[in-house]
């Protein structure tokens, strides 16, 4: 692949901003917004509640006003197709002391439980009952801040206690809260709107609770995640890419695995170019971490990059408990994948051969289109709707880099 492809707003970072504009009085103007079948969702659902939604087709700009929030119910339907859409009880109960919302259920790469979101809104106060599948929440005299330790890290339930926190009355400490990129820029904007968070980017976050938050301008910050595919698929293909606007700091750890896997990696002014001019790719053992660990949002895509590496690699998932659905689809177009338990040994094979395969999440079905760039003759991804929950225009990105990808048919 050669050329330079535009990352876009990270997906995982505009769900939760847009949960936010539930808090502000006044306009939340959000920049450089992914428009993705996720985030489109996500309107749709913040309209339900009330919230002014101006985000014409195609736009990156998207203006959200919750002046008047006039229901405070996320229903079955529109939480169990998108997990995040659960983001929105919390500033519900802190804007309004009132929240009910569908539990979210499994997905495909676990059994994803929110029972530490749910501790975090009681210590902060709230009564929480379950009934019938829905979290019925209030706290009716508002929330109080509270000191709640996480006993493991979890991205959402850290977000989550943020949004709440930022209307509590008096201070929230969260310990062992998660690092990742996306907090910091959650904690950015909440304190452009009025907030009082410190700490964020480390695993102590204060929250000093204010009466009412206002509304800024943000400009979402760049997706890492989509970022990191292409550098996979650039160093799959070997040639010369530019990631326009990829952050290095939040990518050191796949630059880590690049660099030792015989990928040079150069941070530029515009951003990362990541460069193989015919080297074979060397096997590299892999962790997953919370930040600034290894990603599991890039454990797939570095899963088909040792498919093609020379050596074995083991690949461990330690964040989610079902996250190698994708090792049997790799294996069809060629890959020597033995899965046991949360580990997965990768022999590496000089070539792939296309096929048909079948995508099952959402990163899962990206590493399937990086493994089909490598291998030889014509690949099928069926069920490519779960790309577009997260990849913005994919086909036309990795096009003007020389990939061949036509879509068929309707992507829903
Ligand atoms: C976020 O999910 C991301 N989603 C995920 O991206 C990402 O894989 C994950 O963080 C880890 O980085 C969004 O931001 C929308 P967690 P989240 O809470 O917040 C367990 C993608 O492909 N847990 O950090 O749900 C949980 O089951 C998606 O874009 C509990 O047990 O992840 C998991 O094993 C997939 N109880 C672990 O913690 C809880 O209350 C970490 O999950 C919460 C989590």
Partial sequence: MKGSIPI???KNSAL??????????????????????????????????????????????????????TSSMAPYDLVRKMRATFNVLGPLLARVGHATVSLPGGCAIGARPVDLHLKAFEAMGADIVIEEGYVKAAALRGLKGAHINFPFVSVGATEHAMLAAVLAHGETILENAACEPEIGDLAICLNACGAKIKGYGTPVITIQGVP?????????????????????????????????????????????????????????????????????????????????????DLQAQFMALMAVAEGTSTIKENIFENR???????????????????EAIVRGVPRLHGAQVMATDLRASVSLVIAALVAEGETTVNRIYHLD?????LEEKLGRCGAKITRQGDSA
């Avoid at 949960?19 to 450089?32: I, M, Y």
């Avoid at 009330?50 to 985000?55: A, L, N, S």
């Avoid at 190698?324 to 949360?342: K, Q, S, Y």
């Avoid at 929950?389 to 225009?393: I, L």
């Fill in 212 to 296: 009412k938050l206002t509304g800024t301008r943000h400009d979402v910050i760049s997706d890492r995640i989509e970022a990191g595919t292409f550098a996979i698929a650039a160093a799959a293909t070997g040639g010369n890419v530019l990631l326009e606007g990829a952050r290095a700091h939040d990518l050191g750890a796949l630059i880590d695995c690049l660099q030792k896997a015989g990928v040079m990696v150069d941070v530029e002014a515009k951003g990362i170019r990541i460069r193989r001019d015919g080297d074979p790719l060397q096997a590299v053992d892999v962790e997953t971490r919370p930040h600034p660990g290894f990603p599991t």
């Fill in 8 to 10: 876009s707003g990270a």
């Fill in 389 to 393: 929950r997260g990849f913005e225009r």
């Fill in 16 to 69: 939760k901003l847009m949960a936010a504009s539930l808090l502000c009085e006044q306009p939340l103007v959000l920049t450089n917004m992914p428009n993705l079948a996720d985030t489109r969702f996500m309107a749709r659902l913040l309209q339900s509640l009330g919230v002014t939604v101006e985000w014409p087709t195609g736009e990156a700009l998207c203006r959200m006003h919750a002046e008047n929030i």
């Fill in 324 to 342: 190698f659905m994708h090792a049997p689809e790799l294996n069809r177009l060629g890959a020597d994948i033995t899965v046991r338990g949360n």
